[in-house]
């Protein structure tokens, strides 16, 4: 107990309570934890027994729309005059280029975006910050598609990373529509009834990286009359104050990302 109480304040740079007292007035401990258990219990009691949820499937889906529509827009005009169409999807860093960097900059604090987060992800329980270093600009193939595309791949259930054994954090990959979009659809069925989500311009859908198995398939007797095109932007939800462990969690999922990014891509 001691020990994990440490590494927790180790994490959130910040001293324990008992050691501000422990060597001058001993007896204060017994106070407190005479006073402290009462309260332990009650907030059990109160969560309808909050322990055992952990270990019941929960719908953690971040589905809204953007207030940063003007990001959006610029977006969809940048691809439609920079990006050539292509027999395979197309992947770009959004950092790296002029045109792209401001709008999609101001989608990654977009206010819409973090208040989807904070109704699952309660302000005074977690921190959630953006992984820039993962985020990129997806484009589908046109034409003569090739055999083995990100497209392809993204039709089979699947998860995009493997870092589920990672606890309290969840690294979230967050997809942001570009262009007008009918046809393709994102399914979920493990951890709750499938939700099928058509992500249409300035639709967002987010979901664990690691954890949430999906795929995407066509909605029957729709198309789309322009390339669907997506923003995808990442972030590290942590319980708050442990800044420490949410980069650490950050740091594997971009390197992994990065690795897997560039074997995908040769």
Not at 127 to 132: E, N, Q, R
Not at 194 to 200: F, G, L, N, P, Q
């Amino acid at each position: 107990g001691y020990g994990l109480q440490d590494l927790a304040h180790w994490l959130c740079v910040e001293q324990t309570m008992m050691s501000s007292y422990i060597k001058t007035n001993p007896t204060m401990l017994i106070v407190h934890t005479l006073w402290l258990m009462p309260l332990v219990i009650d907030s059990v009691l109160r969560r309808n027994c909050f322990l055992p949820k952990l270990f019941v499937s929960r719908n953690r889906n971040v589905f809204c729309q953007v207030a940063s529509r003007k990001a959006v827009e610029d977006l969809r005009e940048w691809i439609n005059q920079e990006v050539p169409a292509k027999p395979e999807t197309t992947h770009l860093w959004p950092h790296q280029h002029k045109g792209t960097d401001g709008p999609v900059t101001a989608l990654e604090s977009d206010a819409a975006i973090m208040a989807g987060f904070r109704k699952v992800f309660a302000s005074h329980h977690f921190d959630i910050l953006p992984v820039v270093e993962m985020n990129e600009i997806y484009v589908t193939a046109v034409g003569a598609i090739k055999e083995i595309t990100s497209d392809a791949v993204f039709y089979t259930p699947h998860t995009d990373g493997p870092y589920w054994w990672l606890p309290g954090a969840s690294l979230y990959r967050v997809l942001v529509g570009v262009t007008p979009n009918t046809m393709v659809r994102t399914r979920f069925n493990l951890q709750h009834d499938t939700e099928d989500k058509v992500v249409d311009m300035y639709d967002v859908l987010g979901f664990d990286y690691n954890r949430e198995l999906h795929w995407i398939d066509h909605v029957p007797g729709q198309s789309n009359k322009e390339r669907r095109s997506l923003i995808k932007l990442h972030f590290i939800v942590y319980p708050k104050g442990w800044h420490r462990y949410g980069k650490l969690c950050a740091s594997f999922n971009t390197g992994y990302n990065t690795w897997a990014r560039n074997n995908f891509l040769r």
